[in-house]
């Protein structure tokens, strides 16, 4: 109870941390909005009418505690572009880019631990150094290279073209399987070779570690020691890993992503408001993905403690 | 008399990682007795502790080089098995103590999962029947209340106790040898003889020959029937106990036993 409750006071302290950090970013040194707003030749007087609406004429403490109280409502205000509410563009965005990053997201950890599991088995022989040489080929490759070419092989005539280019027209399992499939192979293989370099240095670490001698002297197989005693073991940097780039990469990753393949989700969308200069949408995103981060850290911390009897 | 338990025939480990491959443990040999506790003594440093894992097979095959004539035990050979065929010996028909209780036990699994695990695999005991076992080993060991014991995870045991989950563990499936290396050393004076006595007990009961690696001789003038000194990865004197405190051949011998000096007369 008094862990649950300074956990909760953390958060808090870091929610205020970083939502103060993005407000001083984005809000009170962010651009000016009064002279998009209103047209060319306007008098002082509607110059102050409009700061005033914007808020812009009232002080730092009240406009902070105003943006959080906006990304705590989901009462964002909406878009400069389109007047579309932002709370209604995040809830057409969102779904679309969780539905685009999920698989491939998971599948590049699971093949990253499952080859990383591998490599540390047959450590100094030739299946590791196989592994070695496809993860450091993988890393080298831009992700351009590696997107495109699989456009290439996959979505054109010059290929297999099995697969759309670009879109998203997804209302059945088909046609999502359909338009999901190349950007996974894309995310699975711009990711794979860090997560395999990185699974696999925790799964050595952890192989030398004192009680894998004791579990071989016991007459342990070398499955059990590296499912059971080596995997349990790296739970902990593994989760880190896994929980701290959801953040990451559902933003560049999506953004990256949705514009290559003209997919409308938010990271499609944060593009098109950075290159607009859509405040309430930028000021929204940054936000909400400051208080993701503190979500994710307390439940990662949750985690930690299922995992490792030490940490409590 | 009879054959020995446990035979080794020109022992010689080196590390690959060096420069120049550098011999830790160089051409030793030795037998131990049936029902024997045989002290191995030697400086930090001297190979006690690469030649009880070469003996087990232990040593990772990527870093080190083993080479023997002969490991035998109980007349099947060792360095002959492949891994497999020693995944069946060890911890069934040999079968070690580490020197540091602290990390020897896996931290996020409890004592009674590490030494139920033990009885699953060599023993084909079922769930329950292992957790059963597991509590009488428990208080074979000497604990009072083995439920408790069973469901702690190591960090939640002091190092005495988690040293004697180690020996329940070593000596679950009641083998021919078992190892000892340095079980004692990171542990206070009264905790220490306990656990060597426990040891030394079990030992007995279940016909278990014990190799002890120390380097107290306090330890080897107690409990041990014989004893080998190693200097600089070779055997320099291997002699009864009595013999080696009362008339030590090796000068190495002779300045290892007067640092306690006195002890010698059990
Ligand atoms: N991982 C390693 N890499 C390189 N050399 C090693 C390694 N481990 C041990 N050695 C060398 O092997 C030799 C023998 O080590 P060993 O651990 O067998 O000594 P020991 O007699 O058990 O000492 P202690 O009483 O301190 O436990 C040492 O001189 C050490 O320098
Ligand atoms: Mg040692």
Same mark, same amino acid.
């Given at each position: ?170 209302? #059945? ?134 995992? #490792?009897?030490?940490?409590? | ?37 045989? *002290? ?28 023997? !004539? ?35 036990? !896996? ?60 020996? *329940? ?27 060597? !006595? ?17 380097? !107290? ?21 291997? *002699? ?20 306690? *000096? ?5």
């Amino acid at each position: 109870m008094r862990y649950a409750l300074s956990k909760l006071a953390h958060g808090l302290f870091l929610v205020l941390g970083v939502t103060l950090i993005s407000f001083i970013l984005m809000v009170w040194f962010g651009p000016d909005q009064t002279y998009t707003l209103i047209g060319k030749n306007a008098n002082p007087q509607q110059i102050a009418e409009v700061r005033h609406e914007l808020g812009y004429d009232q002080p730092f403490a009240r406009r902070y505690v105003d943006y959080v109280a906006q990304l705590f409502t989901l009462n964002l205000g909406a878009s400069n572009s389109s007047g579309e509410p932002v709370s209604r563009i995040l809830k057409r965005t969102v779904p679309i880019t969780l539905a685009l990053m999920l698989p491939g997201f998971i599948l590049g950890n699971l093949l990253g631990i499952a080859l990383g599991l591998t490599a540390a088995q047959h450590r100094g022989r030739w299946t590791d150094h196989l592994i070695n040489g496809f993860s450091v080929t993988g890393m080298s490759l831009s992700f351009l290279v590696i997107i495109i070419l699989l456009q290439v092989l996959l979505s054109t005539p010059y290929g297999l073209n099995l697969f759309p280019v670009r879109g998203w027209q997804v209302d #059945d399992p088909g046609s999502y399987l359909k338009y999901v499939t190349v950007p996974t192979l894309s995310l699975i293989l711009v990711t794979l070779g860090y997560n395999t370099r990185f699974y696999r240095a925790v799964f050595v670490d952890e192989s030398g570690k004192d009680h894998i001698r004791t579990a071989r002297a016991c007459g342990a197989s070398t499955a059990t020691i590296l499912w059971k005693h080596v995997l349990k073991n790296s739970l902990v940097p593994v989760l880190t890993r896994i929980m701290f780039s959801i953040p990451l990469i559902v933003i560049s990753g999506s953004l990256l992503l949705e514009s290559y393949f003209g997919i409308p989700g938010i990271g499609k969308a944060t593009f098109d408001a950075i290159t607009s200069g859509d405040q309430p949408v930028l000021k929204a995103v940054v936000g909400l993905t400051a208080v993701a981060f503190v979500l994710i850290q307390i439940l990662t911390d949750l985690l930690y403690r299922l995992v #490792d009897p030490r940490i409590s | 008399m009879n054959p020995p338990v446990l035979s080794i025939r020109n022992l010689s480990v080196s590390n690959r990682r060096t420069k120049q491959p550098s011999a830790v443990v160089q051409q030793i040999s030795f037998n131990l007795n049936p029902g024997e506790v045989l *002290a191995v003594v030697g400086e930090s440093g001297c190979g006690k502790t690469k030649t009880a894992e070469a003996i087990m097979g232990l040593l990772p095959r990527d870093g080190w080089s083993v080479q023997a !004539d002969a490991i035998e035990l109980d007349g099947s050979d060792l360095a002959k098995l492949p891994e497999s065929g020693l995944r069946r010996v060890r911890g069934r028909k040999i079968s070690m103590i580490f020197q540091e209780p602290l990390t020897a036990l !896996d931290p996020v699994f409890t004592a009674g999962n590490q030494l139920a695990s033990i009885f699953r695999r060599h023993r084909g005991k079922t769930r329950s029947e292992a957790y059963q076992c597991s509590m009488e080993m428990l208080s074979k060991v000497g604990f009072a209340d083995t439920r408790n014991v069973l469901k702690s995870y190591p960090h939640q045991l002091s190092g005495g106790m988690r040293q004697r989950v180690m020996i *329940a563990m070593a000596m679950a499936c009641r083998p021919r040898v078992l190892i000892a290396d340095e079980p004692t050393t990171a542990l206070d004076v009264t905790t220490q003889a306990q656990v060597l !006595d426990q040891l030394t007990r079990l030992g007995q009961e279940y016909g278990t020959s014990i190799l002890l690696i120390t380097h !107290d001789p306090g330890v080897v003038a107690q409990y041990c029937d014989r004893a080998l000194v190693m200097l600089e990865g070779r055997i320099v004197e291997d *002699a009864n106990v009595r013999d080696l405190f009362a008339r030590p051949q090796h000068d190495y011998t002779r300045r290892l036993l007067a640092s306690v *000096a006195g002890v010698g007369s059990g």
